[in-house]
């Protein structure tokens, strides 16, 4: 157990849906870092939150957005799904702001837009 | 942007052989780090390097950044059933954010 809760572990839905994906980060950390990985394109980074706020966004799509409540935790949102949205959602946390000693993944979200 | 190339994308060894991945960087790193994933598992952290030149091992991996801070590698030695997985690099340059590379999946044959 690395300390990062994420949930659920599995999700099906269909296209054109809309679900949510909850992160808990390890205790004491800050940020929150949303990955998507997908076999074609890897880890791709999606969007950080620290300490409640957006700190910095990687190639999200306007379909998707998130936030980080005061309790820390997170949730990423996904909208109008599509087939090519198929894919891990990982969510990782570190203490400061960067990843400076290395991310703390959860262990995953697997989605299967049908 | 920021890319970091990995290679080999996979790798068969006979346990016991020696297994090597690299990683590139198209800019200057502040630092790199390195993440193993088992199969049907999460990205672990296993090191991260600073310092330009720099060679840190663990038990039978050794972990070198290269002088220019550009490039870096991973090598095990003597390979186990146990090392199988999927080895990434995550180089971090003015961003704070790490880009991961696309990873080597390293498959050991008994």
């Known amino acids: 157990d690395s300390g990062v809760t994420q949930t659920p572990k599995h999700l099906i839905t269909a296209t054109g849906q809309r679900v949510t994906l909850r992160c808990s980060p390890r205790?004491?950390?800050?940020?929150v870092y949303w990955y998507q990985q997908s076999l074609d394109q890897g880890l791709q980074f999606l969007i950080q939150?620290?300490?409640?706020?957006?700190?910095a966004k990687g190639n999200i799509l306007e379909r998707f957005s998130a936030q980080q409540f005061p309790d820390l935790h997170s949730e990423l949102n996904l909208s109008s799904l599509e087939l090519g949205d198929s894919a891990l959602y990982f969510c990782?946390?570190?203490?400061?702001?960067?990843?400076?000693?290395?991310?703390?993944f959860g262990s995953g979200t697997r989605l299967t837009v049908v | 942007g920021q890319q970091v190339m990995q290679i080999p994308q996979y790798q068969h060894v006979q346990e016991g052989e020696d297994f090597t991945t690299y990683c590139n960087s198209s800019?200057?790193?502040?630092?790199i780090q390195w993440y193993k994933q088992r199969p049907g598992g999460h990205p672990v952290f296993l090191i991260q390097?600073?310092?330009?030149?720099e060679v840190k091992k663990q038990k039978r991996l050794t972990f070198q950044f290269g002088e220019a801070k550009k490039n870096s590698s991973l090598h095990i030695t003597a390979t186990q059933t146990t090392d199988v997985g999927t080895y990434f690099c995550?180089?971090?340059?003015?961003?704070?954010?790490?880009?991961f590379g696309r990873g080597t999946s390293l498959i050991v044959h008994p």
């Open positions: 939150y620290y300490n409640g706020e957006e700190r």
């Open positions: 990782a946390s570190s203490h400061t702001g960067a990843a400076t000693y290395g991310y703390t």
């Open positions: 800019t200057t790193l502040s630092n």
């Open positions: 995550a180089g971090e340059g003015g961003s704070y954010i790490p880009t």
């Open positions: 205790s004491g950390d800050l940020s």
């Open positions: 390097l600073v310092k330009s030149g």
